[in-house]
Each structure stands twice: as structure tokens, then as C-alpha cells.
């Protein structure tokens, strides 16, 4: 289920698809808040250079996205009995499904994790097609509980082309259809922002940030890198 756009997107790059994204787009770092800084360091090519406190920071920013999330799902009032009284809780009536895309979606994930403690999680390994004239996205890896009539977060830092978002939940529809779907990235394109909410119109979509382009090789402008080689290491 979409929710209105939060009055921090205003700020986001005009694209001539954008209009179709902005009905189901929250942005979080549109506004000052400590999330700006934790973006900051992780864009800062020196700071990169120290991968435990990238990974802390991409942790941190999917707490932030988690706790805005949170305000949009369900609670239960349930009575509370304190060393004093009784007193009234809202407690979340079911935790979400947290899924992330390998390797680069764990540290993120873990801030979602952090916050939703009791929640099950689905992983999938997805990569690039590298040296195709279009961008291809290859599924081989696929784990997740039953998803019918859940909250599904699906969690990934970099939302390029939107491609492997897409083709990701697509996969995951074979273990049922979410009642509540939240896409959740670090940094996004304008375009692949307005391909995933074209695809998946079903979707509210939370970013830290829009960017201003992909590039001919399809990589967001300015960015911030490779995320899982800054997390765990450049691959061979």
C-alpha cells in the first residue's frame, strides 16, 4: 500500500518520470538530521577507507529508515503493568519480513534487524551482467518464509537502474503476496526510482537520498562507489 509523499521529496531531482514515483517516495535526508552526516561519511572517499565504519554507517542509516517505517505498520493496545500501575502499550502487531540483496544489503539490513528484532529475514543473491549493451540482473540465490498477507521490507544502499530491486521482489512472489511493501535504499537514481514505483506501484519507496544521473555504465552520480567492496573488500 502506497502512503503520501513526506514533505521532505520536494527536494528531489526533477526527471520526466519522476511525477510517477512521487505519490509513494519518502526522503529522508531532504531535511537536516543526523542522517545527512552518517551520508556523508559515506560518500568521503577517505573516510571509505576504514570499511568498520562503513558498514556502521550504512547500519545506522537503516535504523533511521526503519523507525520512519515503523510509523506506517499496525499496532495492538495491550495492558502494561508497571512496578507502580497499569497503564496502556502499543505494541507492533506483527514484525515485518526484512530481505536484502547479497553481499552488499547486510549492513544495511542489520540496522533494519536492530530495530525489528523479532523479524524473519529473506536473502537473495542477485548480480550484474557486466559488458551487455543493456543491463542485465542474474537471480541465483533465493531464501525467504511465507510472505501472504506480511509486511515485506526489501533493503538494498543502491538503487541504480532499479532492475535488481524489481527482478528481486518478482522472485520473492512465489512465496506469497505481501499485504504492506516498503523498498528501502541508502542512495537512489532519479531513474531508477521511477522505474521501480512504475513496476511495482504497490511499493512506498525510502531513500536517504536522490542523485542527480546514472551514468553511461549505469552507476549513480555522485554516489559512493561499490558498496560491498567498501564493506567487505574489493572482489577479484
Not at 202 to 209: D, F, G, P, Q
Request: proline letters at 6%.
Amino acid at each position: 500500500m502506497a502512503t503520501p509523499l513526506s514533505s521532505s521529496a520536494a527536494s528531489a531531482p526533477a526527471t520526466p518520470d519522476a511525477a510517477e514515483a512521487r505519490a509513494s517516495i519518502h526522503v529522508v535526508c531532504a531535511e537536516p538530521s543526523i542522517a545527512n552526516h552518517f551520508l556523508a561519511e559515506l560518500r568521503d572517499k577517505d573516510v571509505q577507507k576504514d570499511s568498520l565504519r562503513f558498514r556502521r554507517n550504512l547500519q545506522r542509516l537503516g535504523e533511521i529508515i526503519a523507525y520512519r517505517i515503523s510509523a506506517h505498520l499496525s499496532y495492538t493496545d495491550k495492558a502494561i503493568q508497571t512496578p507502580l500501575a497499569e497503564t496502556t502499550g502499543k505494541l507492533l502487531h506483527d514484525f515485518p519480513i526484512l530481505a536484502t540483496v547479497l553481499r552488499a544489503g547486510l549492513p544495511f539490513h542489520q540496522g533494519f534487524l536492530n530495530y525489528f528484532d523479532q523479524s524473519p529475514s529473506a536473502f537473495v543473491a542477485a548480480y550484474r551482467i557486466e559488458g551487455t549493451a543493456q543491463v542485465q540482473v542474474q537471480v541465483d540465490y533465493l531464501s525467504a518464509p511465507s510472505l501472504d498477507e506480511r509486511v515485506l521490507i526489501l533493503a538494498d544502499p543502491m538503487l541504480a537502474t532499479g532492475k535488481s530491486l524489481v527482478q528481486t521482489y518478482r522472485a520473492m512472489l512465489r512465496f506469497g503476496t505481501p499485504r504492506q511493501v516498503h523498498i528501502a535504499a541508502v542512495i537512489a537514481s532519479p531513474e531508477g526510482l521511477a522505474y521501480v514505483a512504475r513496476e511495482i506501484p504497490e511499493a512506498t519507496l525510502w531513500v536517504a537520498a536522490i542523485d542527480e544521473k546514472l551514468n553511461e555504465h549505469a552507476y549513480i552520480v555522485p554516489g559512493l562507489g561499490d558498496a560491498g567492496d567498501l564493506s567487505y573488500g574489493s572482489k577479484l
